[in-house]
C-alpha cells in the first residue's frame, strides 16, 4: 500500500467513526444543554441530575441508530476485506 492508500483508509476509519458515535453523541450534548438550562432556571444545584436523563437519552439513541450503525460499519469492513483481497 501506498501512503495515499493509508491515509485513505484512515479517512473512512475517522469519517465511520464519526457517523456510528455522532447520533448518541449529538443527543447527549442536546440533553446535556436541556438540563442545565433547567438548573440555571430553577436554581437547582445537582451535580447528578444531569446523568440519569442523559444515560437513557444515549441508550435509547443507540438503540434507534442500531442499523444505521450497523451498515455503515458493515459498508466499511466490506471495503477494508476487498482492499485485502486485491491488495494481497
Known amino acids: 500500500m501506498t501512503g495515499g492508500e493509508v491515509l485513505d483508509v484512515a479517512r473512512e476509519a475517522v ?6 458515535a455522532g447520533p ?4 447527549g450534548l442536546l440533553v446535556g444543554v436541556v ?4 438548573q440555571a432556571l430553577t436554581q437547582i444545584q445537582e451535580m447528578t441530575l444531569v446523568f440519569v436523563p442523559k444515560i437513557l437519552a444515549i441508550f435509547v439513541t443507540i438503540l434507534i441508530s442500531l442499523p444505521f450503525m ?3 460499519l458493515e459498508a466499511f469492513t466490506a471495503r477494508i476485506a476487498e482492499m485485502i483481497l486485491t491488495t494481497g
Not at 438540563?35 to 433547567?38: M, P, T, V
Open 15 to 20: 469519517w465511520a467513526m464519526i457517523l456510528v
Open 24 to 27: 448518541a453523541m449529538i443527543v
Open 35 to 38: 438540563i442545565a438550562l433547567f
Open 70 to 72: 450497523g451498515q455503515v
